[in-house]
């Protein structure tokens, strides 16, 4: 199946060379470009994409506001939103997650982790793992002042093994890496993920996380596999 891309940036020679990038895969394909945020809620209505490869800083409507329409929208719920921003704008990647971004990169990373970024994010999964974002993720949303998106008793529809994966992928481990470590197959950690994601409403595997640490099951000084309030 070729995964459908839309691109979202104001600088055309990035635009360009992502096009080009992408559409050397056999299994991604562009399906319209946008030059601003209002753009890219219009063209996501038009196409349906997968996935949105998102810029922050645009003119006019930004990409964080163009995240949260689009994540908001029930007709665009099959579309995933991938931010590409600078690691010294942190808080603006908190407020991505929160607004229903499964994940962000920089714009300094290779060919290939970008690449291997937009299918992981158009299979369902968050880009969580590298060191940097667990800092970023630890450091913005686990501060008192963002408002749950879930209360700690609405922990209590979680069984003790769901807990304990969500608290790991809240970490930053992959489904392989929480395999391992629970001597789980993938495949069982994948259904535990997504039950979890069904009880907490949680859009993505992005938003498990953001809910994991806003509800105090996980927080920054946690080790990983730790569980929070029970």
Do not use: W
């Not at 979202?8 to 470009?33: G, K, M, N």
């Not at 409403?201 to 730790?226: C, F, H, K, M, W």
């Amino acid at each position: 199946m070729t995964i459908r891309v839309l691109l979202a940036d104001d600088q055309a020679l990035l635009l360009a060379t992502f096009r080009i990038l992408i559409e050397s895969e056999p299994d991604l394909t562009v399906v319209a470009e946008a030059g601003n945020g209002q753009e890219a809620i219009a063209l996501s209505l038009e196409h349906r994409p997968d996935v949105v490869l998102m810029d922050i800083r645009m003119p006019g409507t930004d990409g964080l506001a163009a995240t949260t329409d689009i994540c908001t929208r029930p007709e665009l719920s099959a579309t995933r939103v991938l931010i590409l921003t600078t690691f010294e704008n942190d808080e603006n990647v908190a407020k991505a997650l929160r607004a229903g971004a499964s994940g962000f990169l920089g714009k300094d990373v290779t060919p290939d982790v970008l690449l291997v970024g937009i299918r992981t994010v158009a299979a369902g999964d968050a880009l969580l793992s590298p060191t940097a974002t667990r800092s970023l993720i630890n450091r913005f949303l686990a501060t008192p002042e963002h408002r749950p998106l879930a209360p700690p008793e609405r922990l209590t529809a979680l069984t003790p093994r769901e807990r304990e994966v969500v608290a790991l992928a809240a970490h930053g481990k992959s489904n392989t890496e929480i395999a391992d470590h629970l001597v789980l197959s993938p495949l069982t950690v994948r259904s535990h993920i997504q039950r979890a994601m069904t009880k907490l409403d949680a859009r993505d595997r992005a938003q498990l996380v953001v809910i994991a640490y806003q509800s105090g099951l996980v927080n920054s000084s946690t080790e990983p596999g730790s569980q929070g309030p029970r």
